[in-house]
């Protein structure tokens, strides 16, 4: 069992910058890829991010790249996403995902969720 704690996200006007982090409990973060998703109001929930359990290998969604960044630090048990550039359109709330694979998983099938943190994009 893997429980996962967002934090970091806010209000930020156009252009200005966020960083999320995800705190997991447990002591095997490292065998989990982690993965950070989106949904803003009436629509499905995306992938935003993922990084392997090495941390070298990651993916980004097209509409982010060259301005989110995920890292990972497997001696803390935290997953971040640096969000630079933000624009209206990132405004959603913001879910980490852990699952126990060693692949990156493009998809919402991960094993466990956190609970969410709002970002809203200001205009």
């Known amino acids: 069992q893997v429980q996962l704690v967002e934090s970091g996200g806010g209000l930020v006007q156009a252009g200005g910058s966020l960083r999320l982090s995800c705190v997991a409990s447990?002591?095997?973060?490292?065998?989990?890829?982690m993965g950070w998703f989106r949904q803003a109001p009436g629509k499905e929930r995306e992938i935003v991010a993922a990084?392997?359990?090495?941390?070298?290998?990651?993916y980004y969604t097209d509409s982010v790249k060259g301005r989110f960044t995920i890292s990972r630090d497997n001696a803390k048990n935290t997953v971040y996403l640096q969000m630079n550039s933000l624009k209206p359109e990132d405004t959603a709330v913001y879910y980490c995902?852990?699952?126990?694979?060693?692949?990156?998983?493009?998809?919402?099938?991960?094993?466990?969720w956190g609970q969410g943190t709002q970002v809203t994009v200001s205009s």
């Open positions: 995902a852990a699952k126990g694979t060693a692949v990156i998983v493009r998809t919402i099938n991960y094993d466990y």
């Open positions: 447990g002591r095997t973060f490292s065998t989990y890829t």
């Open positions: 990084i392997n359990l090495s941390g070298r290998i990651t």
